[in-house]
C-alpha cells in the first residue's frame, strides 16, 4: 500500500521552470486587489484588460476589482501572451471570525464566493472543486457549506474500485491555526480489518513532509508500528491533491492558513 501511495505522488502534473502566469483564475470582490506575475522572468510586462469596467490592472500587475462580471488580464512578453481569467463579484455577508488574520480573510471569502459560483453540486448545500484519476483509483475534494460555514478537504483511494483509505481534514476558524486531520485505513478484502487515525495539526506550522503523531483507533490484525508511517503517507498524499485543486483553480494552501505553502 505504501508503493501505491507513493506512486501517485508521481502522478500529480509538475510544470516545468519555464514562463507562466502565477495565476490562470482570480475570484476578487469590488474593490479588492490581487497582484498577477510572470513566474522565472525578471523583465518587463506589458499589462491590460480586456474590460476595464470589470477590473483594472496596472503596468506592475495589480489588478483591482470595479464592477461584478468577468474580464480577462493579459500579460505581454514580447510575442508571447499570459492569461489570467477574472471574477469580480459584490462582498458576501459571511461573517469571518476575528482570530483569523486579514490576509487569511481575504483568501478565504475569495475562495468561498469561488466554490459557491464553480463549484459542482456536492451535498446538504455544499459545493465543491474536484480531482479525479483517470483510472479511477482517486478522487479528491474541496467542499464549502455556506449554511455551517466550513471547509472539508476529502482524499478517497481505491484498490480495484473498493474503497481502502479515505482522508479528511476540516479547518476550526474558531481556534487560531488549529486543523483536525482523520486518516482512515481499512482492507478492502477484509471487514474486520481497518484503523482510524486521528491528528490536530497548527496550519500556520505546518510543512510539507512533516512527520505527524497519531492517535489510533484499530481493529483486526493491523500492525500498529505501521500505521503511523501508512497515515503519514496517506496524508502526504491527500495534501499533494489539495494543493494541486486549489492551484489549478487560483488558490494556494495560504490562502486558508497553510503559511508555509
Known sequence: MLLSLTRFLSCVPVEAATKKINRSKVA????????????????????SS?????????????????????ATIVGRVGKNKYTCVVKV???DKIVEPNNVTKTDKDGLKRLKEYIMANGQKYN?????????MPDGSIDTFVVFNKTSNEFLFEFVFYDSGVICNICTMTIDYSKPDEARIVAQWMDPYNDD???DANVQIDTSTYDEGQ????VFDSKGIVMLSQCN??????????????????????FALYDIGFEKY
Do not use: M
Open 124 to 132: 446538504n448545500g455544499s459545493k465543491c472543486l474536484s480531482y479525479a
Open 28 to 47: 476578487l470582490f469590488v474593490g479588492d486587489k490581487t497582484k498577477l506575475k510572470i513566474e522565472n522572468y525578471s523583465g518587463k510586462v506589458k499589462w
Open 89 to 91: 463579484v459584490k462582498e
Open 50 to 70: 480586456s474590460n476595464v469596467k470589470v477590473c483594472k490592472v496596472t503596468q506592475k500587475g495589480v489588478v483591482r476589482g470595479i464592477h461584478p462580471g468577468t
Open 211 to 214: 512527520d505527524l503523531k497519531f
Open 193 to 195: 480489518d481497518f484503523f
Open 229 to 250: 508511517t501508512l497515515a503519514n503517507q496517506t496524508v502526504d498524499t491527500a495534501f499533494c491533491f489539495w494543493e494541486y485543486i486549489l492551484h489549478e483553480n487560483g
